[in-house]
């Protein structure tokens, strides 16, 4: 699954990105590291950006950039 597959509100441990070319640099300087707990916070009205929040602070990314990111979802809490 893709963190653009994500639902808002659902949250993912990042699990794999692509490991060559400007986004695999970017996400990694943005503190994108595999295991690293990922939350949906909000989609934009027409669909992109996409608004996440990671280690503390709220991160927006394109859709084809986080079509890249390789997630596994974690279970929904009741």
């Known amino acids: 699954m893709t963190l653009a597959q994500l639902t ?3 949250s993912a ?3 794999a990105y692509p490991q060559a070319g400007p986004a695999f ?3 990694r300087e943005m503190g994108l ?3 690293t707990r990922i939350t949906l ?3 934009a009205p027409l669909g992109d950006p996409l608004e996440i929040q990671v280690r503390g602070y709220r991160l927006s990314l394109r859709k ?3 079509a890249l990111v390789e997630i596994t979802p974690e279970p929904a809490t009741p």
């Open 13 to 15: 441990t990042l699990k």
């Open 41 to 43: 916070v909000r989609i």
């Open 33 to 35: 590291l595999p295991g």
């Open 8 to 10: 808002v509100g659902a």
């Open 25 to 27: 640099t970017r996400l």
């Open 64 to 66: 084809t950039e986080a």
